[in-house]
């Protein structure tokens, strides 16, 4: 069939087309990462607070922020201790906070509470987070998301519960807010070869409120904001614990304690 000047145009067309997006591709958006289905079923959690076993390394037992430092500078941690409880500081420049110690595998029990008068809404609603390894600066690292989900609509796995736009929680325990909540962690970190190159993934199972809501759940990398996950090789890395910098109430802590995993 010999090709008629209208299908030569469409073909030119076509072709151009193609060459412009190819030279143009779409910038990475926030929402490219966000989805909103399956929604987790609602559980109601029984009681789940636990004192440190005898081998654990205490890192928050309520009287000061000894074993904590500033993420930016590594200054001493600035958030506030009062009455056995550590709550974000809302002053300006106070940042995440990060462990002295660094840590590989291990086992980790923190408590937190968003605060009973919260204000705003989805994902600026007492978020926070337990970084798993902090790996640098700012919110680098392997985020397990903290956030009033109680009664709080955003994407899924961005709700309490979520490995940060990688893992969808199993189901939703959320207290309501001003009530202590629970996460029980088991961070099995990734390795890597000698040239850098990713060996074994990181796995995490997370018990939340006595729920399990993540099991042996492998990771794509470290949670992004913006784009696809991938992986920096580390060694041992910090838990980080984040300021997310919300105008509501700031969130608070207590009760946090970890056992190494030889
Ligand atoms: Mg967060």
Redesign the pocket.
Known sequence: MRNHPSNLLACTVLILTASLSAQQPAAPKHQDTEVYEPVPPIVTPGVTDAAPPSDAIVLFDGKNLDQWVSTKDKSPAKWTVADDILTVSKAPGTGNIETKKTFKNYQLHIEWRIPENITGTDQARG???VFLASTGPGDDGY?L???DSYNNKTYVNGQAGSI?KQGIPLANPNRKPGEWQTYNVIWNAPTFNSDGTLKTPAYVTVVFNGVLVQNHFELKGQTLYVGQPFYKPYDTAPIKL?A?GDKSEPISFRNIWVRELK
């Open positions: 978020n926070s987070g985020e998301q903290i956030l940060y984040q997310h």
